[in-house]
Every structure is written in structure tokens, then in C-alpha cells.
């Protein structure tokens, strides 16, 4: 198993949690309260707190709820649970490359994802070794030989006890 005390998360494991996934909700709000608790340190790119704004119910009925509001903005008002890292230059540089890779693997990356893995991998080379990108999207999980780091579902080494 790969050094889980950093990682990162994409945004489909916010909205994971914020839609309240059923199979993934406990072991998500396990892994934020190992994170409140500092065992382990979740990083994002600030990308995540425009492409978490709502949950699947509000979009489905077309109306906002405050309760998921709220929830959307527990994730970001702890900086213990989330650490938000902006987007610079740098990271632009970085996901235009993993872009550029992908084209001759006949690959598709969308520069969201491609922001997300380049946030990672910046963190990496800056001395924040990233063990772990989770998400639960597969075709993010083939660049896993390109970025340096695992990639994999979210995951807790054992299960939360009722």
C-alpha cells in the first residue's frame, strides 16, 4: 500500500459525499474526520469548490436546498479537513503537458481532470509527497504511470466500526 498520508481528492469524491452516495458515505466521512484529526492531509485544487456547487438532487429537481449548501461549505471552512490549493501558472504548464501526453496514447483528458492531476503533481515536486490521487472516475486511473502517484478509489486501510 502507498504512503496514505497525503492525499488528494477530485471532485467526484466531494460530490460523493455531498450526494450522499450511499456505499461511499461513511468511509468518506471517515476518511474527513482522520483528516480533521491530522492523521492524514486531503489536498484539492481550488477547481473543486467551483465543480462542487450543487448536489445531484438540487440539479434533478431544479431547485437549491440550504442543507446541501451548508454541507458544500462544511467542506471548505476547515482548512484542517481540506487543504485548497490554488491554480498558477505552473500547474497550467503541468496540465497542458499531461493533455499533450494523451494524445498519442489516444487518450481524452479534459482540462478539469488534467488541472486536478497537474495539482497533484505539482504538490509532489514540491516537496508534498502526494501517495494517493482518489476518484471515482476509471479513465483518470490509466494515467496512474504518468503522474507518479497511485490512483485509486477512495479507500480506508480498515472499515469504520459501527
Known amino acids: 500500500m502507498a504512503d ?17 452516495i450511499e456505499d461511499r458515505r461513511r ?3 471517515g476518511l474527513l474526520a482522520r483528516s480533521a484529526g491530522g492523521d492524514i492531509t486531503i489536498y484539492t485544487s ?3 469548490r467551483v465543480e462542487v456547487s450543487f448536489g445531484a438532487e438540487e440539479q434533478r429537481r431544479r431547485r437549491l436546498d440550504s442543507e446541501v449548501e451548508g454541507l458544500i461549505n462544511s467542506l471548505w471552512s476547515d482548512p484542517a479537513a481540506i487543504t485548497v490549493v490554488d491554480y498558477h501558472d505552473a500547474i497550467g504548464a503541468m496540465a497542458t503537458r499531461l493533455i ?21 503533481q505539482w504538490l509532489s ?20 504511470g504518468i503522474v507518479g502517484f497511485d490512483i485509486c478509489e477512495p479507500y480506508t486501510p480498515q472499515p469504520n466500526l459501527l
Not at 497525503?6 to 469524491?13: A, K, Q, R, T
Not at 499533450?100 to 497533484?120: F, Q, Y
Open 46 to 48: 481550488v477547481l473543486s
Open 4 to 20: 496514505q498520508r497525503n492525499i488528494y481528492w477530485d471532485s467526484c469524491v466531494f460530490l460523493s459525499y455531498v450526494n450522499g
Open 125 to 144: 515536486s514540491s516537496g508534498i509527497r502526494i501517495g494517493e490521487f482518489h476518484t471515482y472516475d476509471r479513465r483518470i486511473m490509466r494515467y496512474s
Open 27 to 29: 468511509m468518506l466521512e
Open 100 to 120: 499533450r501526453e494523451s494524445i498519442p496514447r489516444e487518450w481524452s483528458l479534459k482540462p478539469p481532470d488534467a488541472i486536478h492531476l497537474a495539482t497533484a
